[in-house]
């Protein structure tokens, strides 16, 4: 069970979005790309001032990260990590993202772990409704007289109850990452950040009735 829960949580960072709280400390001038222009079509560079900013690592997909920063002396900027092929982001493990692979003047080395607890076991009674498809036919007259039976499909909504055994499942995942400008291997910056998702798990249903 353990395992299929790891395998599923991979997937779940390759397809949704997972949002990670924390801060980026630098100790230099970090020279990073953000979007601008028409449409944000084009790119420019900008850079960040050594110390502390609050910041946000929002994991959209395998191939798209931005890195957001709140409250610098440049307000909030968005740093793009995106590339065409996957930047392997395991559930747990290292992370090692190239800057030529997201178009960024650095590389990010570090690590995830993704721990997991699934609390809150119940059994219970919950309100319900289903729907169900009747024909239902009616006698039309004309002027003249002339009846016909027309039918037609009626949807109605049927209330009632179902039992449900369900739990939580609560997925912490922590970050660090160091921050190293193109061609040194000197860091310049560190990131680290932290989110808890909390998932409702139905683990059986009977049908509403």
């Not at 590339?83 to 080395?109: C, H, M, R, V, W």
Request: glycine share 6%; hydrophobic share 35%; aromatic share 4%.
């Amino acid at each position: 069970m353990k395992m299929i829960i790891t395998m599923l949580s991979v997937l779940f960072l390759s397809i949704s979005c997972v949002d990670l709280n924390g801060s980026l400390q630098t100790n230099e001038a970090l020279k990073v790309k953000i979007k601008s222009g028409f449409l944000n079509l084009k790119t420019k560079t900008i850079t960040i001032a050594p110390g502390t900013t609050p910041a946000q690592l929002i994991i959209k997909s395998s191939k798209n990260i931005t890195l957001q920063l709140k409250g610098g002396s440049l307000g909030n900027v968005k740093i793009p990590l995106k590339s065409d092929d996957s930047l392997n982001i395991p559930a747990n493990g290292q992370i090692y993202i190239e800057g030529k692979k997201i178009d960024q003047p650095f590389n990010a080395s570090g690590s995830i772990t993704t721990n997991y607890n699934n609390y809150g076991y119940t059994d219970a009674i919950e309100a319900c409704d289903r729907q169900i498809v009747e024909s239902r036919c009616e006698k039309i007259c004309t002027k003249e007289g002339r009846c016909d039976s027309v039918c037609k499909d009626v949807t109605t909504t049927i209330y009632g109850q179902k039992e449900v055994s369900y739990h939580y499942l609560s997925t912490d995942r922590q970050v660090s990452l160091e921050i190293m400008p193109e061609n040194s291997t000197a860091v310049a910056g560190v990131l680290t950040a932290r989110g808890i998702d909390t998932d409702k798990i139905v683990d059986r249903e009977s049908l509403c009735r």
